[in-house]
C-alpha cells in the first residue's frame, strides 16, 4: 500500500514511517520542519539527537533497505498539497502534521492564532486535495481523546445513544476542549465527518491518548531515533517526569495533579496505526477508534515514575 504521511519528521511521523516501510508498504512523506523551529523558539531541544531529514532517509536505507520519499512543504498551502497528493496518488493519508501543544497555543493571541490556522486550514487543504485527486483514498487523522474534555461517563468511540422526550437518536459524543490547540482538534473532527457526509471520503479519525517512550524495533541506532521532549510546553507529563528523575531533579507535578488522562505507548501507538492503515473502513465510511492503554492522574504518573526510578537508585524525589 502506498502510504502518505503528513507530519514525516515528528515524534510520531518519523517512527510510523519506518514502521510501515519495514512491513512492505510505500512511504512517503510531508513536513516543513515546524516542530523543530516551535521547540527552538521556546528555548529547548530534543534530549535525542535528531538527524536532518536527508540524513535520517540515508540511515534507514543504509540499515533496512528500504526507500523513503519526502517532500518539504506546508500543508497551508493548498497548491503544494494538491501538487504532492496528486504526483503521490496514496491509498492512504497519516495526518500527524500539526502543532501538537496545548500550552504553546495559550501563549498569547498570536500563538492561538497561529495554532488554529496552522491545523485547521492544513487539515482542509488535505480534505479537498483527496476530494480533487484520490477521491478513494483512506484518511486517517490523528485526533486526541482531550477532545471529549474529562466528562464523568464513560466515553464512547465517537458516538452515543441518547433519549430526550421519548425520541431517540445516535449523535457524536460532546466536545469539551481545553486548550485552542483542543479546539483545533475538534474543529477537525466536524470538518472531517462533513466531508465524509458530502463527499464520501473514507476516514479513521483515531482519538489518541497522550504517547509515551522512544524505542521502536525500527531504531537501532542514534541516527534513527525520533524526538523527545522534556520542556513544558512540548514536552508531556511522563516523558518530562523521567527525564527530570533520570537528571536528579525533583519530579514536578502540575496544578492540583488530579488532572487525568489516557496514556498509550510509543511502541502500542504504532501497532495501533497500523491495524487501522491495514484495515481501512468501508467505502464512504466515517469511523472512530479511542486509542490508549491506560489512564492516570498526573500525581499518579508521578509516583510512578519515582518508583521505578528508585529501582534504578535514582532519588525520584516529587517536588510538593
Known amino acids: 500500500m502506498k502510504v502518505m504521511i503528513m507530519g514525516m519528521d ?28 516551535m521547540v527552538a523558539e521556546i528555548g529547548s531541544q530534543s534530549i535525542t539527537p535528531i538527524k536532518k531529514m536527508e540524513e535520517r532517509i540515508e540511515a534507514y536505507k543504509k540499515a533496512s533497505g528500504n526507500d523513503l520519499t519526502f517532500y518539504k512543504g506546508d500543508l497551508t498551502e493548498s497548491a503544494f498539497v494538491n501538487l504532492a497528493i496528486k504526483k503521490e496518488e496514496p491509498e492512504c493519508i497519516v495526518q500527524l502534521g500539526q502543532v501538537p501543544s496545548a500550552p504553546y497555543s495559550m501563549i498569547d493571541v498570536d500563538h492561538c492564532n497561529f495554532v488554529q490556522h496552522n491545523n485547521i486550514i492544513g487539515h482542509n487543504n488535505i480534505l479537498f486535495a483527496i476530494k ?3 477521491p478513494d483514498c483512506h484518511l486517517l487523522k490523528l485526533g486526541t481523546m482531550g477532545e471529549y474534555g474529562t466528562p464523568n461517563i464513560d466515553i464512547p468511540e465517537g458516538f452515543f445513544e441518547v433519549e ?37 471520503i473514507s476516514a479513521t479519525d483515531v482519538m489518541q491518548g497522550v504517547v509515551h517512550g522512544l524505542n521502536t524495533p525500527q531504531m537501532v541506532d542514534d541516527d534513527l531515533l525520533t524526538r523527545y521532549d522534556a520542556d513544558e510546553v512540548f514536552g508531556t507529563a511522563i516523558n518530562r517526569f523521567c527525564a527530570q528523575a533520570v537528571i536528579g531533579h525533583e519530579l514536578t507535578p ?3 495533579g488530579g488532572q487525568t488522562r489516557g496514556y498509550l505507548a ?8 497500523t491495524i487501522a492503515i491495514e484495515n481501512s473502513p468501508e467505502e464512504g465510511e466515517y469511523r472512530v477508534f479511542n486509542q490508549f492503554d491506560e489512564t492516570y492522574s498526573v500525581n499518579e504518573l508521578a509516583e510512578r515514575v519515582s518508583k521505578v526510578a528508585q529501582e534504578y537508585d ?3 524525589k516529587i517536588w510538593n
Open 266 to 273: 510509543l511502541r502500542d501507538s504504532m501497532q495501533c496505526f
Open 314 to 316: 535514582l532519588e525520584g
Open 132 to 134: 480533487e485527486n484520490v
Open 10 to 37: 515528528g515524534y510520531l511521523g518519523w517512527p510510523l514511517a519506518m514502521y510501515l516501510a519495514d512491513r512492505g508498504h510505500k512511504v512517503c512523506g510531508i513536513d516543513n520542519m515546524l516542530r523543530r523551529k
Open 164 to 200: 430526550y422526550r421519548g425520541r431517540k437518536d445516535e449523535l457524536p459524543f460532546p466536545r469539551q476542549p481545553g486548550s485552542w490547540y483542543h479546539l483545533t482538534k475538534v474543529h477537525d473532527t466536524w470538518n472531517l465527518m462533513f466531508a465524509n457526509k458530502i463527499w464520501g
Open 254 to 256: 502540575y496544578g492540583k
